[in-house]
């Protein structure tokens, strides 16, 4: 039994470290984001720089649609549009 509560405590040790290692605040993002342009060369204060900001946002919001989609496929079991039809009939006089 004590080594099933051992087990048990390193794995919820385990999954704290990593949840405190994917969290990152909009400042830190926002830094981490300028660092990667500065060491692409481009100067803080230019328009080139903060170009080069907009696209690494447009990037990673490209990248969290496409999960969200690829997800949808994995809940919803489809990958196309699904069209519902519903037939109409029309009687003559």
Request: positive net charge; proline residues 3%.
């Amino acid at each position: 039994m004590k080594t099933m509560k051992t087990k048990l405590l390193i794995l919820a040790a385990a999954g704290l470290m990593l949840a405190a290692c994917q969290t990152m605040t909009p400042e830190e993002r926002r830094a981490a984001d300028g660092n990667t342009c500065a060491s692409y060369g481009f100067r803080r204060g230019t328009d080139a720089f903060a170009t080069c900001l907009q696209r690494i946002e447009l990037d990673r919001r490209a990248e969290s649609r496409a999960f969200r989609y690829d997800n949808d496929v994995m809940i919803w079991g489809w990958s196309r549009p699904v069209v519902v039809t519903r037939p109409v009939i029309v009687q003559g006089n």
